[in-house]
């Protein structure tokens, strides 16, 4: 990877940017698909199945069996199928936690509010085919999905891979079809003769899935958050063992060639230890190719003082932030901007992006200065409530009356003023 | 109002639908704006205020002193002032009450994982101007930026209302600018010379910058929700006060012609007693022919039974919810689509759209099926942490490799092979 030594502050901005990507050509093959899947339905799918994919969808039938679901266990691995549920359990056990209690507020005599939380009740997951069977997002977004109470969970893939079908079983998905790409989303968002339609569509896919989604979010179909490729930045310095660091590194790069990697750094002897040992593993590696083109984009940025570093992992925003150094944890309370954080040296990346608990599905592209990554409340919607008492009204009322007359909103004044009037007719009954 | 007695469940959807707004013709009115302020910034800002607003801020100054901001409080009545301050307040309160402790979580012996709320550094606020000066707006998206330890809270407004100042000064808003329409969604968006770029966008307009709030979503800008027309649903039985019933459709229906206003109840006789005061009501409205517009649009739906109202009511999925029912506490509990839900005879919307102490931005146009109304989690980020000890990467490593490798990701399963392939020397060494 290219090392920068000790850039100025102004020439951060040009190194950190992300490349930017065109979504204007794509919208322009997606839209007509939208506009098919929506007029066509399940015509359309199979259609667009058997142009893109070559898949015959009307010999197979779109939805996947309940049979062809449960034959998957016995497809799979005593210690495959124990790893999956040890990740379901430990995913469970971190987004329960991120259960709310519903706590009233009295925020004056007689005015009583409080939030429900409430899962949302169609939501969709969308789950790639290409050569990794990502039954790990499927475990990263039915689990909150499960434990949110939606009443539909609907999921779409291309894949049949055993390993998705069993972990869509574990998460109660209620719903699976084959159906991929942009042709998905739209089902998902418009429904189908087949396809029930959702309210909310995650999951990662190329830049037609994901152009599919920023359309149909257009259209008031909420998605789980904006993507763009996948990103670590590793904060190191010289208690950090290199060939860790550099097996993270690679575990990123493996992912494409547009993968973003960034080392940070105050120890050049660090930096440039991990470049060689980053070689060596890469060579073994079987997407030696593919990891190669995204380490050949990276960089390495050597700065003065850990502020500087810190500063400087701000201004990246990364998705996954390792931070390989002595104060790890005080230095991640410094953080304001990354999706998630690993500490020390032996809290790999890839401990999060399968079992540690943590959601995987996280904000890329520098989204993670105002986006979250997926958690419990991703799967739900907090309703606010109040509640408010004749004597309540009889404080909280006058206050209303004052506001709207100066916003020039009389009706919304006399909504007040009449049952207050009412009040102190009863008074004087 | 219209009175749909008795409809089948397959007329529902028909009666329910909201007007389709059609965004393309709009946006093409917008997207030059966006492009034009990208690239000009501050001179097209003062270009574009000439045009659309006849206003000329190359003599005012694009941002508004803190000498004005400060004389703001002068100008207005001590009532006013105190009402502002009381709402502040309540805000406040119910508000404070949704930051969560970090809570650290041992998903496995030695793994611990949690989750930091972290404010968004950069907020943008926008307000209209019109013929309601929107404090109220200024008090609902400022109290939960300065509880969430937002830096910058920049404030666009074509309006210098004082109220609007004193709120802003109120909740803290760091930069306050005279900039509306499009156009100010795009100087926060991308930033000017003038104008900090800020990371999340929040506040209501037209549907000028509606479209704009949409296009610079697309580009990754973080913003509240889509919007459409504000919308009060109530359903309401003999218990209900048909006058103030009436009040309340009426406090909706002042807002513009294209406001929704819904009535659903089980009594023939209420819905027409509601009819009959609120055309008495209406006539001695000072906005009376707005709100006719908005009544002439709405519908009163009869149906027979409770069951039959909340599911008309949950697939409706009103931005406001007043329940005049009996049981009114129960039945919001069956309540699964709304943004806010208000209790009984005394608890009209307008207490919540200014000073109960819940948000008033809250999703319209039936996105209150995915989406909630804005509140503290709005203007933070969750980053999530971990932290796996050598021995908990003993006994969760296992489950990664069995994954990594499941999903063909080597260099995944190798970051953590490694890792315990360096503990176990170090127990032999």
Redesign the interface.
Known sequence: MQIIPFPTRAEWPALLARPVQS?AQIEQVVAPILQQVRSQGDKALIELAARFDKVDLAQTGLAVSPDELAAAESQLSD??K???R??Y??IR??HE??K?AV?K?E??PG?T?W??S????KVGIYIPGG??????TVLMLGVPAQLAGCRQIVLCSPSNHP?IYFAASLVGVTHVFRIGGAQAVAAMAYGTQSVPQV??IFGPGNQYVTAAK?LV??E???IDM?AGPSEVAIYADDTA?P??VA??L??Q???GADSQVLLVSTSKKLVSTVNLVLDT?MSR???RDL?ARAIDNSKAILVDTADEAIDLLNAYAAEHLILSVAD??TV??R?????????????????????????HTL?T?????????V?L?SF???????????E??QV?????E???E???????????S??LA??AEQVTD
């Open positions: 979504s210690d495959l124990a790893a999956i040890q990740a359990q430990n056990t971190f936690a991120q709310q706590e507020i925020t004056m005015v509010c939030r429900r409430v899962g949302i009740e050569t990794a069977p990502l039954f790990s390993a309210y909310k920023m979010a257009k008031g179909v909420a904006p063992v060939s860790f097996a993270d690679l575990s790069a493996e992912h593993q590696l079987p997407r990891a790890a944890e991640a309370e953080i304001v901007n990354a999706g998630s954080i690993f500490l020390g040296n032996y809290t790999p990346e890839s401990a999060g992006d399968y079992a540690s608990g943590t959601n904000p592209n520098g989204f993670a200065r105002a986006y979250s990554g958690s409340d739900v919607k907090k309703i606010t409530v109040q509640n408010i008492t004749p309540g009204l909280l009322g006058p206050v209303v004052a506001m709207a100066a916003e020039s909103l009389e009706a919304h004044k006399r909504a007040v009449l049952r009412a009040l």
